[in-house]
């Protein structure tokens, strides 16, 4: 016996959420020891590869990483024009510590360390890392209450 999906199954994502996002990087192995490694520690899941390039699946939206030929040479400048940083939710202020800690033995490099875990403000508890390529990631605990 077939049953129909309920309506939610098949709704359309509201308009305007994110669909997806599509990061070039300059070596592909190398991003994905960083980049991928945090994705996986985010809850993504690596659904596809091939040659020079990887996604991610998130509860909705999934994130790419890719390097090819038509990638200019050069290193990613969060500071000039263009995406400056990825920020995710990433649990509470200890989930962030835990994942702080754990990213910078995996070639990330702590941001504004003299402020950390406050450099975006006393009431906002974050970690802001950069890989070796220059691409920026901010890990968001959520608020205390």
Not at 36 to 57: A, E, I, K, M
Not at 59 to 70: I, K, N, R
Not at 118 to 143: C, K, N, R, S, T
């Amino acid at each position: 016996m077939d049953v129909d999906p309920p309506a939610s199954a098949n709704a359309a994502p509201p308009k305007g959420r994110l669909h997806h996002v599509e990061l070039w990087v300059p070596d592909h192995d190398r991003a994905q020891g960083t980049l991928g490694w945090l994705f996986g520690q985010l809850g993504y899941v690596r659904t596809d590869t091939w040659p020079g390039g990887s996604s991610w699946q998130g509860a909705g939206e999934y994130l790419v990483l890719e390097s090819g030929p038509d990638v200019l040479a050069g290193p990613h400048e969060r500071r000039r024009p263009g995406l400056n940083h990825l920020a995710f939710h990433a649990g509470t202020e200890d989930d962030v510590d835990d994942l702080t800690r754990d990213a910078l033995g995996h070639g990330f490099t702590l941001l504004f360390p003299d402020r950390h875990p406050h450099a975006g403000g006393p009431d906002h508890y974050a970690a802001y890392l950069q890989d070796a390529d220059g691409f920026e990631v901010e890990l968001v605990a959520v608020p205390r209450r």
